[in-house]
């Protein structure tokens, strides 16, 4: 569903006039900040199917850290691969790392670990490797990237649409106040119920990441 089409579902439940933009009025800005908040909520619930996507990054020799361009800080890393020498890098701390860079035994080589070593300036993931790469490798950064937010009327919803305008109802019906016959908490268990049965659904595609392996 599109922004409007999202802020326009709010409205008819509150018994609104529906809008042809969002910002038509201050009423329709404020539920579209209320659909907003519910899109960043649901997105943070889980890692939907539909967020998960792969980056491509070449290293450079003698270079340990990289961004993740236009990742965001709400995204997640979730495997890297090295597709040049096809080995796995395996996810270790930061400290780790760190505690390996220290002293003389420290020479460039094989790519056998990373970490999130923070932020860059656009406020991007930065991967650190370890060893620090003697070559140049094309590495496959597999996660969630969750989007920023919908400001655009034509921008499009990427997880299920249902719970994100049944949240939004919740926001818009708790700063309301009165509802005529539904209250806000009531609307709120609504909405969880709504989240868990998306997640149910989306996490039959993935069965796999369902099963603890206590080996």
Same mark, same amino acid.
């Given at each position: 569903m599109t922004y409007l089409q999202l802020v326009n579902a709010v409205m008819r439940r509150l018994r609104e006039d529906e809008v042809t933009t969002v910002n038509e009025s201050d009423y329709s800005k404020l539920i579209g900040d209320f659909v907003n908040d519910a899109k960043r909520l649901v997105e943070d619930s889980w890692d939907w199917n539909a967020l998960r996507t792969s980056f491509s990054i070449t290293t450079v020799a003698g270079t340990p850290t990289y961004s993740l361009t236009d990742f965001g800080v709400? /995204?997640?890393v979730n495997d890297v691969h090295n597709e040049t020498d096809n080995t796995v890098v395996r996810l270790e701390s930061l400290q780790r790392i760190r505690e390996q860079?220290?002293?003389?035994?420290?020479?460039?080589?094989?790519?056998s670990y990373y970490a999130i070593d923070g932020l860059?300036?656009?406020?991007?993931l930065k991967l650190r490797l370890y060893q620090t790469p003697n070559a140049?490798?094309?590495?496959?950064?597999?996660?969630v990237k969750r989007p920023n937010d919908l400001t655009e009327d034509s921008d499009t919803l990427l997880v299920p649409s249902s719970p994100v305008i049944q949240w939004a109802y919740s926001y818009a019906?708790?700063?309301r106040g009165e509802t005529g016959g539904e209250s806000a908490a009531e609307q709120a268990i609504f909405a969880q119920n709504d989240v868990a049965?998306?997640? /149910?659904l989306d996490a039959a595609h993935r069965p796999e990441e369902m099963i603890w392996d206590t080996i």
């Open positions: 709400r /995204s997640e860079n220290l002293g003389t035994d420290n020479a460039n080589g094989t790519i860059d300036g656009n406020n991007d140049v490798k094309t590495l496959t950064v597999y996660g019906l708790r700063e049965t998306a997640i /149910s």
